[in-house]
């Protein structure tokens, strides 16, 4: 299980100036936890979101509390793509809790390699319910399967780990071979110039006008 230090902050401070002293601002609440703000170092919590995602159970220390948590929610900067806040959802380790999972997807699908269709990778979330010590990072669906155009792997089909039970219906599509669609090459078209049009006519006008001699 990841470890995170936390600090209590106060709500007047600044969150920008926390940011600025390389820390995430965040919020604890849930399971028998007051709601708390809190701030955690950003190398660190990185590290513990990349090792633990948004399923895997967390052991936040807060001062002299050890509160097992989900990173629940995390905001990110548009721009630079870090966190900028994030929520922890404390939970009952004794009780079963609903979370979704990613999907990983391994192996080679025989029929894209051949040639014959392509991989359609349709959901990559699954929503599960399981006690939180059973969470898995991930739930890995093998493509090894798919040999033929329209072969499908439905959600029953996929083997999931012990005190793990599925809370999407079983008979949801998760990945297939679809026919691969030909592109269309539409022919392109010069545009008009229709100024040049006016100005051919007119000089044809000119040049098939009749010759008027004058009489002496």
């Known amino acids: 299980m990841q470890t995170l230090t936390a600090t209590k902050r106060s709500k007047t401070e600044k969150l920008e100036a ?5 820390m995430v601002p965040g919020v604890v609440y849930g399971a028998r936890v007051e709601n708390t703000t809190i701030s955690v170092p950003s190398v660190l919590f990185g590290k513990v979101l990349k090792e633990a995602g948004e399923s ?3 052991l936040l220390e807060l001062s002299d509390k050890k509160i097992d948590v989900l990173i629940h929610d995390v905001q ?19 009780k079963s809790i609903q979370v979704k999972v990613p999907v990983e997807f391994i192996g080679i699908a025989p029929g894209e390699k051949s040639g014959l269709g392509v991989l359609v990778k349709v959901i990559h979330e699954i929503m599960i319910e399981a006690l939180p010590k059973d969470l ?6 093998d493509v090894s399967s798919l040999i033929n155009l329209n072969d499908q792997i439905h959600l029953k089909d996929v083997k999931l780990p012990k005190g793990v039970t599925a809370i999407t219906d079983l008979n949801e599509v998760v990945a297939l071979l679809a026919a691969v669609k030909e592109e269309v090459v539409e022919e ?4 008009v110039d229709l100024s040049a049009i006016e100005v051919e006519k007119k000089g044809k006008k000119e040049e098939e006008a009749p010759i008027v001699e004058e009489k002496k």
């Open 136 to 141: 898995p990072h991930s739930i890995t669906v």
């Open 18 to 22: 926390i940011r600025n002293n390389g």
């Open 76 to 94: 990110v900067d548009p721009v630079k793509g870090q966190p900028i806040h994030v929520d922890f959802l404390a939970i009952d380790m004794n």
């Open 56 to 58: 895997s159970t967390i």
């Open 188 to 191: 392109v078209v010069a545009p």
